[in-house]
């Protein structure tokens, strides 16, 4: 494949616009190659097809893409598909990738033994965005052709996500797809020719990145595994086994997957069994938001090493969270955690139909953001943080980072307002009103 030396793609549908210059190369892949290139101010990517006998059905899917407004953050939305002044060769404009994101592709080579692979805190909230995500192109009819891990990238530090190289998505039922599924990301009824990519399709696909995200390791390592003629059944280690051949010696995949909530893991285990022959008993979007979520917010630390994992027994409502909670084995090395102080949010927007409440174990780590207090809450706005106090660490505070006051009615009914930008010690039996909802705290102190 030559490239232009000198590539300035003008835009098809307004031609008197000045061209992008190209300035640096960013990558290269099997369908085409990526550069930075910028018009005065305005700097994108630019990915550059090769020649395909498929280029036109890629440049309309392209173009279907980008009449849509961007359906989550998490993606670099096609922007306009370019062409030489020749119009015999074509791109697509999209937002820049930020350095700090790194594929998950790579870190999947690394092995989860390493110590550069996110932690579970982080792995939870990108395996959310992915699954909003999910959400998000399923309400524009759009499904997933040929997603792989190389399509996802995570900022390690904070777990957001950016899904780049999106153009296999498509139409959903569209029965000639303008590329070929990737047999390891793909359900059986699309590897098999039985059925055109669709929502339910989208549901495997989106199961399988959700335990390479989470553990580390994808769940068959081998494809042969998971689609034979006769349904395959996946069985990974239970708490109390051994870890499996599956993963091998790295005991850090095995620990991760014990550290994950016992409604995950039988979620993964119902789409890798009955999830495979029938997409109709695959665990649905809305459902991993929610159990991932939940995860979330089930997370303490180990005070010996660090490694985060959930705490299995906030299943229930808000009631049992009054009770002492179990201590949790630390699936690494294998020590007493106990849990320290929770909230209980309690929402009060929808009287009608209240939700359960949410309950949150509190670390150091934990961030509560918009959609612990709203049902429509922006998923990446932080409404509230804790943190250890300066001179008695074992007690947390909350530091308010909204924009709106909270009201606080202590155990003795003393009350009182914490600002923006201020923090309230946690005390037992406080109730703090953050928007429309209550929280309760509960201090082990
Ligand atoms: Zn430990």
Redesign the pocket.
């Known amino acids: 494949m030559n490239y232009p030396t000198d590539l300035q793609p003008v835009p098809a549908s307004t031609e008197a616009c000045p061209p992008w210059q190209r300035e640096a190369p960013l990558g290269a892949g099997g369908t085409g190659a990526v550069f930075r290139v910028r018009r005065g101010e305005e700097v994108r990517a630019l990915k550059w097809y090769h020649p395909n006998p498929r280029a036109q059905d890629i440049q309309a899917a392209l173009a279907h893409l980008a009449q849509f407004p961007m359906p989550s953050s998490s993606f670099l939305w096609p922007l306009e598909v370019v062409h030489e002044a020749s119009l015999t060769d074509f791109g697509c404009l999209m937002p820049l990738r930020e350095g700090r994101f790194r594929s998950l592709s790579d870190l999947m080579q690394n092995r989860p033994t390493s110590a550069s692979y996110p932690a579970m805190r982080q792995l939870l909230r990108a395996a959310a965005e992915l699954t909003q995500a999910f959400e998000a192109i399923h309400l524009l009819n759009l499904a997933w052709c040929d997603f792989s891990t190389g399509n996802v990238f995570i900022d390690p530090a904070t777990g957001e996500l950016q899904l780049c190289d999106i153009d296999g998505l498509c139409p959903a039922e569209n029965l000639k797809p303008h590329f070929h599924p990737d047999p390891r990301f793909a359900a059986p009824e699309l590897i098999e020719g039985h059925a055109p990519p669709s929502s339910d399709s989208d549901l495997f696909t989106l199961a399988l990145a959700l335990f390479c995200l989470l553990v580390g390791r994808h769940p068959m390592e081998n494809p042969q595994l998971i689609f034979p003629t006769d349904a395959p059944r996946f069985h990974p280690p239970g708490d109390s086994a051994a870890p499996s051949e599956l993963f091998g010696e790295s005991r850090q995949a095995a620990a991760r997957w014990k550290a994950l909530t016992s409604s995950l893991r039988e979620a993964f285990q119902l789409e890798f069994s009955n999830g495979v022959p029938d997409p109709q008993s695959r665990p649905s979007t809305k459902f991993w938001l929610s159990e991932l979520r939940k995860a979330s917010d089930q997370l303490i630390d180990?005070p010996?090493?660090g490694?985060a994992s959930c705490v299995d027994t906030l299943i229930a409502s808000g009631v049992e969270a009054t009770t002492e909670l179990a201590p949790r084995l630390?699936p690494?090395?294998n020590?007493e955690i106990l849990p320290g102080a929770r909230l209980v949010i309690d929402r009060q927007l929808n009287k009608e139909n209240p939700p359960s409440p949410t309950i949150v174990l509190l670390t150091p780590e934990t961030k509560l953001y918009q959609y612990h207090f709203s049902r429509d809450g922006e998923p990446r706005e932080i409404v509230a943080q804790a943190q250890a106090h300066p001179n008695r660490p074992r007690t947390l505070g909350l530091r308010n980072v909204g924009n709106r006051s909270w009201k606080v009615v202590l155990s003795e009914g003393t009350e009182k307002q914490v600002d923006p930008g201020f923090v309230l010690e946690l005390t037992d039996g406080a109730v703090v009103t953050i928007g429309d909802s209550n929280c309760h705290v509960y201090s082990n102190q």
């Open positions: 180990c010996t090493d490694f630390c690494i090395c020590r």
